[in-house]
Structures are given as structure tokens and as C-alpha cells.
């Protein structure tokens, strides 16, 4: 497939974005006429250096408000259209994007439009110029690309051809099954841009929310499956408009929408695969088949990564500070054991059940507890870091000693560290005999597991983990959440297994003002048997919960009308509770040291949730105790 991005989805100059889609490893550019406009360079400089960097200019965008227009608007469009076909040569590009009338169109008559193509086509001609015919969303009256093919189709020039994006095809839920329909040779270029389901008018949608593939919510890789079958082999290119990537690192937007790229290319040719024996009448199924359809019918060659099945658990959560005294206190109230130190490293393995913690104490002076790196259980940790690094995760150096467990490391976008482990079907780790030297190791006991991970994203990076976490660990995002706080909204995204051995939750939080300094909270859930107990045995520990206040048992009882005395237990141990049609949740927090405390859970029956609704108390009450924090450290310091 060949790869393409829009100068209009990365931030910097010209040159600055140009190098990092090189680096990136796109074959070819859109030039976003703008930036070209405000560019230094000469359209010669520019043709130099796209050929100088191995990168094709591909696209020149946008022309506006051709057609659908009278006549005297019309010989000045074509005036204009002359002078941007000349540049084109100057830059030594052959396809100009024009997209439908939103501005000037006064007439909507088919008849007119297609005359008025037509001569746009034969001007273009003229220049050894392509026009690709792009139908907006909002289009005033061409805004499907149905109709804008048949516009191309009756107007017949061998100049004219057709755009495909996916934004404007599937934010109008068009059926894009039609696009099989259109000749190859009239596909003359596509674009693909996710984006999340919003209630809100197409234009702002699109100007504002577009995402790389990947990061939304649209069935991208069945729009380009249809592209394929129709036999298009041209360049197929991003076209994201987005107010964060615009004001993000370049060369590292660059590398995420490569990714997007290279998983789009791979979830394109599954969906062939998966859909070819419709294709081939009497043919039932076969993976073979399937893959020899595939290779015989499209031009398009679509590459593969490595594959891996989604991770069957949870291997290990790390927690990274130089001061672990508080933190060793709380894993021991919760019920977690010390088993042991590395026999190399300054690290300290904690375990309950199958639910492993890390200190690791190799950090920076006065580091305050924060989540550094989290284990993954997979089928093989090699394929699963060749498939990483082939989605340009980059790769994370991990010092070992001979006969020590090797681990596959990438960095997540937050940096936090993600381990591809080798998963055991009872649930151990090997590399815990590199703990403890001398210990005891006994049988752990009870069956406590690590229910989820709750990590903070920095808000430039936030869809860039979404993706990550889709295409390198194979975890499914569900729809976005929204969740109220005192200190703003908190967006909340949930990334799982099918299983559900494996719940990320990604959240865009607010900073919390606490001990004079700002910080994220993020925290490990922890899932147990019976929390009731889990919560005595912690409360005798002397375990410091985080106090939920009375109100909210009373609205409790009010929604769910719970026994008495169940209530009353709830209350004393500061336990939070919630139920809905599959069963129920039993949850409570500890308090926080540096930005990490933990959650105990206890689902019952099917309950698959999080405890959503209880998720503004502890937003509050945690808000409460920072500004307590906050205050304490003020008077102790004056
Ligand atoms: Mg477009
Ligand atoms: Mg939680």
C-alpha cells in the first residue's frame, strides 16, 4: 500500500513537516495549499527537497467552489484553477484535490455541473493535470460520493476522476459497498480519517475531531476493503484535522499516523480475508482460499505484521520511587506479601495471589511513588515485540545479568514501560525465582488478580495511546466516557481484552493540586474474593481508606435499597457499591502516595463495569484530601 499523509495533519513549517513525514517512513505527501502559501521556499526548493528526501508529492489541496456556479464565476474559477496547475508544474505534481461547492454554488442542476467539469477537465488536460472530484460532507448540493462519481462518470474525461475520503463517506453513514462499483482508473485518490461518534454539525466534526485510524470510532477497515476489491492501487493518505496534532510534537505525530498506517493495512487485509468467500460463489470458507482471493483479485498489496492473540493477563505492575517506606506499608495493610528482593537489582517483588507488584527503588532522588511499567502475559513476548516494533513502538533497554528472565520492553506514548512476558496457564511468573534468595517462597494464597490498570494521559498523547494499546497489545477501546470532578471533566477510556483478563483504563485527568506541587493520580485495582473481609483485615492493619462521606450512602440506599445491615458495613468501611443487570461491585480506595493509590474489587455475578457511577466521590474526596495536602505542607512550611 502506499502511504500518504497531509501537510495539514502535523504542526511546524513546511521543511519541519516534510522531514518528519520522511522519517516517519510515508512514500508521499498532500501539500496543504496553505502551507505552501506560508512557506519560504520557492515551489522549485520544495520539489528538490521532497525528491532529495524519497518523499512523492502526491496531492496538491485543496480547490475550492468550482462548480454549481454562473458563468461569470465561472471563467474567473477557471482563471484561478490555470494559475494553480502552472504551479503544479513548478513543483512537478500531476493530482489537484477539487472539492465540491460549499461557498459560491447557486445553481443545483447536474446537467450544468458536469458541462462545467467538464471544462475543468479539459483545462487540466492542457496542463497534463489529474482532477480529483472530492464530494464534502456538507457539500451544498454535492455531498455524496455516489453523486460526485456519476458526475465524473457522464463528464467522461480521461482528467477527472474521483476522491474517496473516508471522513466525508462515513460521517454521513453512507454505504460504502457502491465504491466497488467505480472503475479503478477513475479512483484517482483516498484519503482516510477516523473519528470518534459525536452528536454534533459535520463541519466542526471534521475540522476539529478527525483522528488517525485507529483512534475513532469509524469501520475503516471495511472502506478499505471496498476501495481494494474496486481495484484502486493508488496512494491511500491521511487526512486528519485535528486541534491537538496541530500543536504536538511533529516528528512524533508523524510516527503515530504511520502507525495508523501500518495497522489500517493489516486490518484492511484481515477484513478481505474474512469477507472474501462472499466473493466466490459455492465457496464456503478456507483460510487458503480466502488468501488466494485476496492476492489474485486486488492490486492493492496490502503487508502484514506479526500476529498476536490479545494478552491473557496481567503479569506485573511496577511502581518506581527512591523513598518506598509509605508504599511498603500500604501493600502490606492491603494484605500483599514481601517476597523478596532481586538478587541484582534495587527491586522488591509484592505478591497476593497472582497479583504482582514492583518496587523498583532505581530512581532519581526524592521520586515520589508513580506507576513505571506494567507486564503483560502474551503467547510469545518475540512476535509480540517484533509486531510493536513494527508499528514503531520504540523499544525499551532493560539491563539483565546472564540466566535472568529476558523482557521485551516498549515505551507506551505516556511513557510508561509495557513488558511482553511469557504467560503460564496457572498464573506464575518465572523470573520471581530472580526474588528472594533464601525466602520461603510459599504457595500465594487466595486468588487475587490484577482487576485494572488506571494510567493518566498527557492530553497531547491521549488518541496516540488509544491506538497504541489497539494495535500493539491487541486491546479493544470502548466508547469514551466522560466523568465529572472538581477539577474538571475527566475523560475516561477503557481498553480490554474480550476476556476481560486485561481492563486499561486511560483517563485525560485534571492535575491535582497536592503538596505544593501538581500531579496525576493514577492506580492499580486489585480483585479479590470476598472485599468485605479484605477491607476488615486491612482496617485492622491500621489501612488509611479514602473517607467516603455519608451523603453518599444515603443516595445509596435511595437508588438501590440495600439491606440494613448490609448498608451499615458498606458505611463502616468506607466500601463504595454499585449494581446493574449482570451482578455487582464492591469497591474501595486507599489513600494516595506520590500519584498512585489502589483499589480492591470484588465483582459478583457478571458485573462488567467499574463503578462508574462512583467514580465522581472518589474524584471529589481525593480533590478534598490534595487540598488538605496541599494546605498542611503550606503551614508546616512557614
Ligand atoms: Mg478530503
Ligand atoms: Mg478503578
Redesign the pocket.
Known sequence: MRTGIATVCLSGTLKEKMQACAIAGFDGIEIFEQDLVTSPLSPEDVRKMAADLGLGLDLY??FRDFDSVTEDILQENLRRADAKFKLMSRLGMDTI?V?TNVGTATIDDDDLRAGQLSRLAELAGNHGVKVAY?ALAWGKYVNDYEHAHRLVDTVDHPNLGT?L?S??ILSRDWDTAPIEAIKPEKIFFV?VADAPKLSMDVLSWSRHYRVFPGEGQFELAKFMGHVARAGYSGPVSL?VFNDVFRQSDVERTAVDAMRSLIWLEEQSAKWLDANAASLIPGSADGDSLAHAARRRRYPMELATLPKVAEPAGFNFAEVKTDEPAQLETLLGQLGFEFAGRHRTKDVQLWSMGQARVIINEQAPSHSEPAIAALGFDVDSPVIASARAQQLRAPVVPRKVQADEEVFQGIAAPDSTEIFLCQGSPDGTAAWTHEFGEGLEHPAAAGSAVIDHVNLAQPWQHFDEAVLFYTSALALEPLPFAEVPSPSGLVRSQVMQTSDRAVRLVLNLAPLLQQGGRKSYQEHIAFAVDDLVATARAAQARGLDFLQIPANYYEDLDARFALEPAFLATLKELNLLYDRDANGEFLHFYTATVGSVFFEMVERRGNYDGYGAPNAPVRHAVQYDAAQYDSLHTHHMHR
Open positions: 489541496q485543496p484535490l472539492c472530492e476522491c475520503d471522513f466525508h484519503q487526512e
